[in-house]
């Protein structure tokens, strides 16, 4: 399924969402505005409130279907209330999204993403911090005016881990000898806790049953998984045009991801001391070498096993979702994420 068409089932909702986007960029401050709209438009897929749609309408689904009878306090909204409430979700949830970008691009000194000079190359590290911080409160007081507390704790809990993520990550670099343990602990936060609390909070809102729920919350988790270790995949296969940032960037910032610490414990001697020196100092100098010996050792199909295994768990998730267009979408969305070399 094309992305085209998973936004299409959608599609009147996903025009909300951005309207509501652009119009709550708006600030008494140009550079505020400018830096905003600069990083929303630069070509994201926004997956993320994507999830949150197709989560709701895919209940909604169901509910329709009486294929869940768990489903509580469903008449206590009208459908257009509770896609509106989805709307304002949505967008909340990619401000604290763009919010994390912005701040990443500054801790990780990087000059591209999606295609395009990241905020910090264009206006410098204090304007893009300062502005991540408005997209977070700006969030926060989207989230106060939609006056649901179960959803707030998620997102909030959300946004406390994924910073813990971060902080995790930078403690992490220029250190060869990081655990897998360690480095899927690093993914989950910073990472997938942003899916999973789309997915959660989506299913929250639109009053499914605590099964299912749960279900829609592990269904963000592997989703977010999957997307990540593809990520660090593409860093030693994919082209700098293709991914919207630079070859080697991980590398570059000396962070031990799985394909390094796959190939590390499994190449040869030579090849992990090479490693293991360009991880200390951040040396992209034998990328070329590097990238042959990631794949020669297997990693890059020990990486990919790793994403499916994320993907397959997903889909077992939409296993209580009744038949629908949206559930199918849910499932192409997920696909997408392990598809993006392909």
């Known amino acids: 399924m094309r992305i085209e068409e998973i936004y299409k089932s959608v599609e009147r909702e996903f025009k909300t969402v951005n309207q509501l986007i652009s119009s709550q960029l708006s600030s008494d401050v140009p550079l505020v505005e400018k830096i905003g709209q600069y990083i929303v438009e ?30 509580s306090n469903t008449n206590s909204l009208s459908t257009t209330d509770i ?14 999204h763009t919010a994390t970008l912005l701040h990443d691009d500054v801790v990780d000194a990087s000059s591209m993403r999606r295609g395009n000079l990241t905020a910090n190359a ?15 409160s700006r969030a926060f007081q989207m989230m106060v005016d939609m006056g649901n507390l179960p959803v707030m704790n998620v997102l909030s809990n959300a946004t406390n881990v994924i910073a813990e993520g971060e902080v995790l990550q930078l403690m992490n670099c220029k250190n060869p000898d990081v655990s897998e343990e360690a480095y ?10 942003l899916f999973e609390a789309a997915s959660h909070s989506a299913a929250i809102l639109s009053h499914a049953s605590d099964e299912l729920i749960e279900a829609m919350k592990e269904f963000g988790l592997q989703v977010g998984l999957a997307f990540q270790l593809v990520d660090d995949m593409l860093d030693y296969i994919g082209d700098a045009q293709t991914m919207g940032k630079n070859v ?13 610490i796959f190939a590390m414990k499994h190449g040869t001697e030579k090849e992990s001391q090479m490693i293991r020196k360009a991880i200390r100092s951040g040396d992209t100098s034998h990328l070329e ?12 199909d020990y990486t990919e096993q790793a994403a499916n295994k994320a993907f397959n768990k997903a889909c077992d998730c939409l296993e209580l979702l009744a038949d629908s267009p949206s559930k199918n979408a849910l499932f192409g969305l997920a696909k997408l994420t392990i598809e993006r070399n392909k």
């Open 42 to 71: 630069s070509g994201g897929k926004r997956m993320r409130p994507l999830m949150v749609l197709l989560v709701n309408q895919a209940i909604r689904d169901s509910q329709a279907k009486n294929l869940d009878s768990d489903l």
């Open 83 to 96: 896609k509106d409430k989805h709307c304002t979700l949505a967008t909340v949830i990619e401000f604290l």
């Open 122 to 136: 264009n206006w410098g590290n204090a304007p893009s911090v300062l502005v991540g911080d408005f997209l977070y």
């Open 184 to 193: 899927f602990k690093v993914i989950k936060n910073k990472t997938a806790m």
């Open 248 to 260: 080697g960037d991980d590398l570059a910032e000396g962070k031990p991801t799985l394909p390094l």
């Open 289 to 300: 070498e590097i990238c042959v010996a990631v794949k020669r050792s297997g990693a890059l």
